[in-house]
């Protein structure tokens, strides 16, 4: 790269890793590190910015003289951290937001909500945001919108860091409005109620009723006959 392109983006990095985190839609850990695949992502998404990969974040702090950004592994971020947003608690929290998830994790999530493995469920009051940020993990994420009060009620936590990304450590399917459900699930659920449908069961009762009734009726035949026998000759006893 050329020196100028390498000061200008490692001024964007050094504004999303100390300053702005938030404001792509990246939630650093208690240590200040990001994910450098997720950093990536970033880049790739916006064709503004420019293509990066790891081996050109090494270049660029080979390049910077005291660089205020350390790699450590697979993760990234600013040695001075103090204008990093924090979580607060005090706040206006917004009637609805908005998260995009996996297709492939709709039947889940609609049966059991949306958790993290780190308890921290990313959400957005803007919806473009909300797409952005599930585009890194679908091509086309789907959707889903949050009533925080049914949220809360359920027993959701709600904090806020900087000023777009609102987290929740958990949200219970009450609290997804019109959850999508795909159609394979609702195809699912019709045919296990079609296999419940007694429909073989009672022509069996049917038939085995009517196999009942011929093997009585036989019975009850062939015991006329006997007593007819049996009256007959009791008549040619007692005749004179």
Known sequence: MKNIKIKKVYKLLLYILSRKPDEFGILPDHNGFIKIKELIQVFSQDKNLPFIRPQILNEILLNIKNPRIEIKQNLIRAKNRDALP?????FTLPKLLYICVRNRSLNHISERGISASNNKVILCANIDQAVMIGKRKDNKPELLIIN?????????????????????????????INPTISKEKKQASKNTADKKTPGSFVLKVEKNSEKNKNSSGSKKSVSWKRNKKRLRREKNRFSF
């Open 86 to 90: 924090i979580f607060t608690k005090n």
């Open 148 to 176: 925080t009060e049914y949220a809360i009620q359920a027993g959701a936590t709600f904090y806020k860091f900087g000023n777009s990304i609102y987290i929740a450590d958990f949200i219970s399917p009450e609290a997804l």
